[in-house]
């Protein structure tokens, strides 16, 4: 089994959290997902059983994170 956790500071990425979070299930592809937060971090652990689900996971938890970004930065409204 392999694991990453991501640490994020929870008052620059809240909102980007909760914007992804119906995305982010138990499961994502083979491997499992689990978000944690104390009082000032959001933690993102990735779960796989093998390199290549892991780098998938990781890969794509990140580009959603990266354009939920981009997208919430645009002041439009």
């Known amino acids: 089994m392999f694991r990453v956790?991501?640490?994020?500071?929870?008052?620059?990425?809240?909102?980007?959290l909760e914007a992804i979070r119906p995305e982010v299930t138990e499961t994502f592809g083979r491997s499992r997902v689990i978000l944690e937060e104390?009082?000032?971090n959001i933690?993102?652990?990735?779960?796989?059983?093998?390199?290549?689900?892991l780098r998938a996971s990781v890969s794509s938890i990140t580009r959603v994170?990266?354009?939920?970004?981009?997208?919430?930065e645009v002041d439009v409204w």
Do not use: G
């Open 65 to 72: 994170l990266n354009v939920t970004k981009k997208i919430m």
């Open 5 to 16: 956790k991501i640490t994020l500071k929870k008052s620059e990425y809240t909102k980007y």
């Open 38 to 40: 104390d009082a000032s």
């Open 43 to 53: 933690y993102i652990i990735i779960d796989a059983p093998d390199a290549s689900s």
